[in-house]
């Protein structure tokens, strides 16, 4: 070793005995590392791990506002119930999301099915009282109808007192022989129009002083009045009462002497009029959190004729919770169409029920109306 130390010179020598110093430390701790047990583990490859994903829930976990709501909804005794505690509550865009996807399930559903049922019954039982009430109007327009017609009446024997007191002051008064009378001439009518049962009475001369006859030609039909007072001047005369199946027309009222000989008049017609009442219902909810509103049409496929008319038109409305119904088409009184648009709109959790109602007139004894599908 010094030999070589000497050949290399000072500055080359330390370098060489620090290498050497550095392989002598190596050899002797490897030395002792192996005798105390001790093993050097040169690390192996890695090998991949197959990557374990936990399963993320299908349903994020849900808010109090949306929980506070199931408890809400599960307690409810009526739909209403449910709209107001929705109402109350602000949610977000992704709560809506859950809180729809949420009602659709058990026992929320089932819940909700049962409060509709119920509310449905709830709604039938308020139209009945509505149907009960507009038949108790319908009873009173009908007593007023007839009061009108007694007061009616009392005009005609009126008429007729005033006609047997001319004939009273003309009763001294010699008539003319039959063969010499003139032809009859109508002068006036107490009325201008005619009904069945109605009494008028016909003013003129020549009627002479044996009765005739008076006849009512209207359409293509005759009928006979009946004569309740025949004099020179003035003849009582009620329409029969029996007449139907006849609309409104422009006729004729004809006297015939018991000289056979005639004179008329024209006279308006005017048919009984009946009434009959048509109705039609619709509706419509939302079960959920989103409201709805649409136009319906009622009563599209009927058109009157034969002089049939609406009388009254009118709109039953049952709501429950925020919705309505209004008229878009209303039909008015003397159109010849029941038909109507009607607007109905809910808000969430409502329902709304409509019921349009026409009452129609028209001559009795005559087909009201045609039906399309």
């Not at 399930?105 to 049962?114: A, E, F, V």
């Not at 293509?220 to 009620?238: L, N, P, Q």
């Not at 038109?313 to 919705?323: D, K, P, S």
Request: aromatic share 6%; glycine share 8%; proline share 5%.
């Amino acid at each position: 070793m010094n030999s070589i130390l000497k050949r290399t010179g000072p500055a080359k020598g330390h370098f060489l005995s620090g290498v050497l110093a550095v392989a002598v430390v190596c050899l002797l701790t490897g030395a002792a590392f192996s005798q105390q047990g001790v093993r050097i583990v040169t690390p192996s490859p890695q090998v991949s791990q197959p990557v374990v994903q936990e399963k993320m829930p299908e349903i994020l976990t849900l808010g109090p506002k949306i929980e506070n709501f199931k408890k809400r909804v599960m307690a409810a005794d009526t739909l209403e119930d449910v709209r107001k505690s929705f109402i109350k509550q602000t949610f977000t865009g992704l709560e809506l999301e859950q809180l729809d996807n949420l009602m659709q399930q058990q026992p929320y559903k089932g819940k909700l099915d049962g409060l509709k049922a119920d509310a449905e019954k709830s709604h039938e039982s308020v139209l009945q009282k509505q149907t009960d009430q507009d038949a108790v109007e319908r009873i009173q327009q009908q007593t007023l109808r007839q009061q009108q017609h007694v007061t009616a009446m009392n005009m005609e024997m009126e008429v007729r007192l005033r006609a047997y007191e001319r004939q009273l002051d003309a009763a001294g008064s010699e008539l003319a022989p039959v063969g010499r009378l003139k032809p009859p001439q109508i002068d006036s009518l107490s009325s201008g129009d005619i009904t069945p049962s109605q009494v008028i009475e016909i003013e003129g001369k020549n009627f002479g002083a044996l009765e005739g006859k008076v006849s009512f030609l209207i359409s293509d039909r005759t009928f006979k009045g009946r004569v309740d007072f025949w004099g020179d001047g003035s003849i009582i005369v009620a329409f029969p009462s029996n007449v139907s199946g006849l609309p409104e027309v422009i006729g004729k009222v004809e006297v015939t002497t018991a000289a056979k000989m005639k004179s008329s008049k024209s006279i308006q017609f005017m048919p009984t009029l009946v009434q009959r009442h048509l109705s039609q219902r619709r509706s419509l909810a939302s079960y959920g959190i989103l409201g709805d509103g649409i136009n319906r049409e009622f009563l599209n496929s009927y058109q009157l004729i034969n002089g049939w008319h609406v009388g009254e038109a009118w709109l039953a409305v049952e709501t429950g919770g925020h919705a309505g119904a209004y008229y878009k088409i209303q039909p008015s009184i003397g159109d010849d169409t029941p038909r109507a648009r009607v607007r109905l709109w809910v808000d969430a959790y409502s329902s709304v029920r409509a019921v349009h109602n026409v009452t129609i007139e028209g001559p009795k004894g005559l087909t009201p109306f045609t039906k399309t599908d």
